[in-house]
């Protein structure tokens, strides 16, 4: 343990005590582990009122969920390794093995589950999830225990019953999803998991002998190995050892008992079982009653102790004999009065050590009664333990245990620096242990020979011990708890160096073989990860009380209700009843490609944006780290078009498992009502809620600033950016600045149609933070143009060549706008259907075959592009022609281009008068001008000024003079 | 030619009246579209109909998303090509598989209420049932997501027709637009949005995105220029009686005399002169209206003077009307008014300049002569009915100082004048002669 990690622990012990607090003293790193040397490991802490080892499950709060609290949204993971990393915050960190429920699971994927298994039972069932998720969490979002227990895939889940006396949510786990692209395959190490309980529980067994005496045996004679390791050093913990054994032992019973309930096909192991167990209770015994000593020990020498005696002797009742023998040594001194026992120990470089340790009497309870005391990890039992004479003589202790505490812990590091020699020693001779276990394996089915198993299961039986030993002051008075166990010093315990790792791989293997028959147990150890570090997760399974798992399906309701929201029904429209009709000549096939709305197999032209836009996105989503990107660009150059189909190739390759999956979202600005919507819909797309926009802002300002570790990453397209322009700018701010923030994961492409737009309407902080990736998307030039429809039409003999190169000319020098390309060649062929146009003239059979010539294109442009206007003047009535006549003359009068409507008035009753006819009425005159201003040939002010109201004209007077020089009328 | 004696000495029935001006009136109505006119306009847009029935028939059958703009001056009969096109694809059992949306920017003047609109049309209130629909956001995800959850081939095609386009133009961020159009280039529920304006210049007012996703197309109606094919048809059309008219006899004297009528000097002269100022159908409507509000159980028949008359009283100018009502004194004013625009060439002036010129005028006048407060009173009845109008209202000073405007050019004075035969003869002399010296 770090200097500065010692001192943050006795802050938080005397401020957020209530929080969270290592327990135990700090264990040995594995030699992977070693090489961080900030990080200092521990057995398990607590956290608010709950203690957790490794090994245990939990309920992580996912705080992508709406309600972080909600049991239903969290995620569920076993914890296999703690630590603190040493640094200033978020330092309490934890290594875990991650179960996902199966609503998390691809439906798709749902359907690989082999014919003959039972269906995947949504409210019971997890699946291991070994994807790619970060497997290191902050210990602190921790929402509560659980319990998971696996089983091999040929199990009905319902069909498992609940560990004895589980009281917190339980799930069964029959399938791990893994591989590339993932897949639910069925757990194949599960049956090695069932001995793991058993194994523990020898081997602490014996460690339990050898604690109080055999320290400086163990250390002098078995952990040579640990000599290398001269800068990890070993921890004594009095207290964890004190916990350690006797609870666990209770749980082990139940498993057993409940294995033997599920599977009949325990054969002839099973009948060794109770003898066993009664054979290792008994040294037990004699220990407790006689001498109320307890003398804790790292995990990892207690194993290593245990593991080196089972090599040697391999009989149960020899662990009294050690004892007796380690005892006498005179290393340590062993001073015990009626509650504590404090130990003396004097080291070769002549300090003291004392260390005060608290009796624990729970052994007792088995002894006498035959009863394991079930372990609850609920915080709050809701009956008296069955072990009430256990109990009560434990609680005295309680009170001085948390004052003495503090003592020890300053005792830790001297503790540590004494032995790195003797753990050496120890070292050496761990490699041949493991194989000599196996033997043990085969007397004894309870043995568990991997030492990996060991190390977790020592964990585990000092959480459920200490847990045990509270149940009593938690009912009386809660603070007392957890005050309490927060300075407990941690053992350290040892990790397997390389070599060691894989030995013990090969052991696994070795007794997969050997232990076929006890397959069905239905206890289990995970295995996970076996390359790196070999831990075997210990899950306690206990016999459950029927009243137990009613509260528990009654706690799980609330689950289902929770998943009804994600299938509410989609609004759509109502259904045709008719079956469309297939486009079949050539030319509806040609219209039918044609439309916007096609998908082409390609995009092309796009080829150079593509490529960047999708390595900038690419590298994002495998970095895990977030980035905006701005693309602008013309209406009609195939922005939105690209950036999808980015996202269609990297959701494919996410499928194919070359990418981490990641969730995109693509929200339209302009399909928002206003710019706060943003966060709804982003948020309703990232979790398939609705919240109210203040209420989603302040969710993804929640998520998007802590990071989560199973989050996917987001992709996030917003579509026309220039529209979540606000006064604050408070939504262009967020956007853009999430994606900077650690942990966020988050990618932003916006895309607007300025160029500028960043420089133009955005405020400095805000265009600083989208950064400098920009991208622009050119108009198509008529190259472009012509071979996007020719691609379009690729088979298909409708079009002359020459026609295309028409339209790609007009419409490059127009707007470069694809769709209008597109558009003119879809009215194109709806001419050619229609319309007699004579053939193209020209001489080519090729050309003249074209269904849709020269012609008919010319036609479509002039229709989408010629003004209507000059039409609409010569389609005007005669006094509305003199109208805009005497507008001119007006304007050609004053030299201004506005005129009054009285000046106007005047001349057009000239004009009138000029041709003869008789002018109408000022008010016929008002209703005209009216009339060609709804038309937009002319703009008034409002009619309201009357003679006043000033008259412009909406195009130009050579506009109108060419318009009636030839009209019939005018003539 | 009819002759208002031959024919009426049968006793006119007074059913067979009311029957016959309930149908015509039915004809006559200014908004919506009769049958006979509906088929008229068919035919006359021929080419137009034939595009458009195209345009909806493929989304309804192809299931292939349109868009479309019908644009033309107001009258020429825009929702009634539209409607018989509508008519003549339910004639061929092809409507039947789509839903029309008839949306209008005068009725839904926001984004909100068109949605609402558009739900309901659609009939996805059902679908909405459950849900409260509060805010325009969740209004709006919904039927985008109905949009988006339909396809080519599943989902009902949607016929969205927008009256009076040009003003959705003006709803904020155009939304709505955006989204129909966009709904209309991507591969959602079919869906064929029509656009009616009399805008030339619609396109203009679209966003530069919105105006990309609209397709371009536009169809323009112009009104056919030739008086006797068309405007005289559209006549004698109006005001025929149909074969299922319940008193055949009637139908058939009445269809006669309208064909008689068509040939009649006055009633052409009428028609023509209606037809140079304008082509709009509702104006020839209106004055039909007015004939045959002239028919009464003496005269069962049109007669060529109803037409004149009608005539006279569409074209009659409001000013005029105006001027008439008014009393002697208020006449001195504006007599004195024409003067001094006159005299200032419509530069504003102000009540003592007026009063001044009244003074004068009532020295020599043997008319009676009032007290100022009287006068001012005058002329602020004057500026009520807004022949006098304040130049710049913003502007603070004491009312008889404030400069005004008359609203009449000298010309329109002097003419109404000209025909007010019960005008005392001082104020003529006054009015004529120009200024008093």
């Known amino acids: 343990m770090t200097i500065s990690a010692r001192i943050r622990q006795k802050v938080r012990g005397a401020g957020s005590a209530s929080r969270f607090a290592w327990r135990g003293k700090p264990i040995q790193p594995s030699r992977k582990e070693r090489r961080f040397e900030d990080k200092t490991f521990y057995r398990g802490f607590v956290l608010g009122s709950t203690g957790i080892e490794e090994g245990d499950c939990v309920f992580i709060r996912n705080s992508d969920a709406v ?99 589980c009281q917190v949510p339980f799930f069964v786990c029959r399938f791990r999803y893994a591989g590339k692209r993932p897949r639910l395959l069925p757990i194949e190490n599960v049956q090695e998991s069932q001995q793991t309980p058993a194994k523990r529980f020898v081997i602490k067994t014996a460690f339990i002998l050898n604690y109080t005496a055999c320290l400086s045996w163990i250390f ?102 050690e004892y007796a023998e380690n005892s006498h040594k005179e290393m340590s001194r062993v001073i015990s009065d009626e509650d504590a026992t404090v130990v003396e120990r004097h080291t070769s470089s002549g300090r003291k050590l004392k260390i005060l340790c608290y009796r624990k009497l729970s052994d007792g309870v088995i002894d006498t009664k035959g009863n394991p005391t079930p372990w609850s990890p609920e915080p709050k039992p809701t009956k008296p333990l069955p072990s009430p004479d256990a109990n009560s003589k434990s609680s005295p202790s309680k009170s001085r245990c948390s004052v003495a505490k503090n003592s020890s812990i300053k005792e830790i590091g001297k503790i540590r620096a004494l032995k790195d020699n003797e753990i050496d020693s120890i070292l050496v001779s761990d490699d041949n242990e493991s194989e000599s276990d196996m033997d043990d394996d085969h007397e004894d089915k309870n043995c568990k020979s991997s030492s990996k198993n060991t190390k977790v299961s020592i964990l585990k039986d000092s959480t459920s011990d200490t847990l045990n030993n509270s149940h009593k002051p938690i009912s009386k008075g809660h603070k007392n708890y957890s005050e309490e166990l927060e300075p407990l010093p941690e053992m350290i315990t040892p990790k397997k160096s390389k070599k060691h790792t894989v030995k013990s791989k090969s052991t696994v293997k070795k007794r997969f073989k050997c232990e076929e028959c006890a397959l069905s147990f239905s206890s289990r150890a995970e295995l996970r990860d076996h390359d790196e570090e070999e831990h075997d997760d210990f899950e306690p399974i206990s016999k459950t009380p029927s009243r137990a798992a009613k509260k528990k399906t009654s706690a799980r309701t609330p689950s289902q209700a929770a998943a009804s929201p994600h299938s509410r029904t989609v609004p759509k429209m109502p259904s045709r009843t008719n079956p469309v009709m297939q486009p079949g000549t050539p030319l509806e096939l040609a219209r039918a490609r044609l439309h916007v709305s096609a998908v082409p197999d390609s995009l092309p032209c796009r080829e150079n944006e593509f490529q960047d836009v999708y390595s900038f996105v690419e590298g994002k989503l495998f970095d895990g780290t977030g980035g905006c990107m701005y693309i602008s660009g013309v209406p009609g150059t195939g922005k939105t078009a690209t950036v999808r189909e980015v996202v269609r190739l990297l959701l494919q390759c996410s499928q194919d498992g070359d990418l981490p999956s990641f969730s995109f979202l693509e929200i339209n600005a302009l399909k928002l009502t206003e710019p706060h919507q943003l966060w709804v819909q982003v948020w309703k797309g990232l979790t398939g809620s609705k919240v109210t926009a203040e209420h989603a802002s302040s969710l993804l300002e929640k998520r998007f600033s802590t990071p989560a570790p199973r989050r996917d990453p987001t992709l996030l397209l917003v579509d026309e950016l220039d529209m979540l322009w606000t006064r604050k700018q408070d939504v262009m701010y967020n956007l853009f600045d999430w994606p900077s923030r650690p942990g966020s994961k988050l990618v932003v492409v916006a895309i607007a149609n300025t160029m500028d737009l960043p420089e133009r309407i955005m405020k400095n902080r805000v265009s600083s933070r989208l950064g400098l990736t920009r991208m622009t998307f050119q108009p198509y030039t008529h190259t472009q143009l012509q071979e996007i429809v020719t691609s379009r039409l690729l088979g298909i003999p409708a079009f002359d060549p020459g026609a295309i190169q028409l339209v790609s000319r007009k419409v490059a020098a127009l707007s470069g706008d694809a769709r209008r390309a597109l558009d003119i060649c879809r009215r194109a062929t709806e001419i050619a259907e229609t319309s007699k146009l004579p ?120 506009d109108v003079s060419y318009a009636l020089q030839s009209t019939p009328e005018a003539r | 030619m009819v002759s208002q004696g031959k024919k009426s000495t049968q006793p006119a029935d007074p059913e067979v009246l009311q029957a016959t001006q309930h149908h015509l009136r039915q004809n006559l109505q200014l908004w919506g579209t009769a049958g006979i006119s509906g088929e008229e306009v068919l035919r006359v847009y021929s080419s137009e109909a034939q595009h458009l029935e195209e345009l909806i028939g493929r989304t309804l059958s192809l299931g292939e998303s349109n868009s479309a703009l019908l644009l033309a001056p107001r009258g020429t009969g825009k929702s009634a090509l539209v409607d018989g096109v509508l008519g003549q694809l ?348």
């Open chain 2, 90 to 437: 339910k004639d061929r059992g092809v409507l039947g598989q789509g839903l029309v949306v008839r949306l209008s920017g005068l009725l839904h003047t926001d984004d909100l209420q068109a949605l609402k609109e558009i739900t309901r049309q659609l009939r996805l209130e059902e679908a909405a049932a459950k849900k409260v629909f509060r805010s325009f956001a969740e209004n709006l995800s919904f039927l985008l997501e109905s949009l988006r959850g339909g396809s080519k081939e599943t989902a009902k095609p949607a016929i969205f027709l927008l009256d009076e386009f040009d003003l959705f133009c003006h709803h904020r961020n155009q939304t709505l637009l955006y989204n129909l159009f966009d709904a209309a280039q991507s591969a959602q529920a079919p869906i064929c949005v029509l656009g009616l304006s009399c805008r030339l210049d619609v396109l203009e007012l679209l966003e530069k995105r919105v105006k990309s996703r609209f397709s371009h197309r536009q169809i323009h109606l112009q009104a056919s220029g030739d008086f006797t094919t068309h405007y005289l048809h559209t006549f004698k059309t109006l005001l025929h009686l149909p074969h299922s008219f319940p008193f055949k006899d009637f139908a058939h004297v009445w269809n006669e005399d309208v064909e008689s009528l068509a040939g009649d000097d006055v009633v052409l002269d009428v028609l023509r002169r209606q037809h140079t100022t304008t082509r709009d159908v509702r104006v020839l409507k209106s004055l039909l209206v007015m004939c045959l509000a002239q028919l009464d159980e003496g005269n069962t028949r049109l007669t060529p003077q109803m037409f004149s008359r009608a005539e006279a009283l569409v074209t009659q100018d409001a000013r005029t009307n105006t001027v008439r009502g008014l009393s002697a004194l208020q006449l001195c004013l504006v007599i004195a008014m024409k003067h001094l625009a006159e005299v200032y060439d419509g530069e504003p002036f102000n009540f003592e300049m007026v009063y001044r010129e009244y003074c004068k005028f009532s020295l020599k006048s043997s008319m009676q002569s009032f007290e100022k407060p009287v006068v001012f009173k005058a002329f602020d009845q004057l500026m009520g009915l807004e022949l006098v109008r304040p130049v710049d209202q913003t502007c603070r000073v004491q009312r008889e100082y404030e400069l005004v405007q008359m609203m009449m050019t000298p010309g329109q004075v002097g003419e109404v004048l000209s025909q007010m035969p019960s005008l005392p003869t001082d104020l003529q002399r006054w009015a004529s002669m120009g200024l008093v010296a």
């Open chain 1, 67 to 165: 309600d972080a609290e909600d049991v239903n949204s969290c995620d569920i993971a076993r914890v296999v390794r703690c630590y603190d990393n040493g640094e200033r915050k978020n330092n309490n960190r934890m290594q875990v093995q991650w179960y996902s429920r199966i609503e998390d699971v691809k439906p798709s994927h749902l359907k690989d589950i082999q014919e003959g298994l039972c269906p995947p039972d949504a409210s019971l069932e997890l699946v291991r999830d070994e994807r790619p998720f970060p497997t290191d969490v902050d210990a602190e979002t921790i929402h509560s225990l659980c319990c998971v227990k696996e089983v091999v895939c040929g199990v009905s889940p319902r069909s498992v019953s609940l560990p004895w006396e």
């Open chain 1, 220 to 321: 002098h004679c078995t952990f040579p190995l640990f000599r290398r390791n001269t800068r990890r050093s070993l921890a004594v913990d009095l207290n964890n050892i004190e916990t350690a054994s006797p609870k666990r032992r209770m749980q082990k019973t139940s498993e057993e008992e409940m294995g033997k309930e599920n599977l009949e096909e325990k054969g002839s192991k099973l009948t060794n079982k109770p003898e066993t167990r009664k054979e290792s209770k008994s040294p037990l015994k004699a220990i407790n009653r006689a001498a109320h000593n307890e003398i804790a020990l790292s995990p990892s020498l207690k194993r290593k102790a245990s593991e080196t005696e089972l090599c040697n002797e391999r009989k149960k009742s020899r662990l009294a004999s």
């Open chain 1, 839 to 958: 053939p193209s003239p020209s001489k080519s059979p090729l050309k003249r075959a074209a269904l849709v010539g020269m012609l008919h294109v010319d036609q479509a442009i002039r229709e989408m592009f010629t003004s209507p206007k000059i039409a609409a003047i010569r389609s005007c009535s005669v006094m509305e022609q003199l109208i805009l006549k005497a507008v001119v003359a007006e304007f050609i009068r004053t030299g201004v281009e506005e005129a009054q409507f009285g000046r106007v008035m005047d001349q057009f009753v000239s004009l009138c008068r000029f041709d003869g006819m008789k002018p109408p009425c000022t008010s016929v005159v008002m209703m005209l001008v009216n009339h060609l201003t709804s038309q937009r040939l002319i703009l008034t002010e409002h009619s309201r000024n009357d003679i006043l109201m000033r008259l412009r004209l909406n195009i130009s007077t050579d």
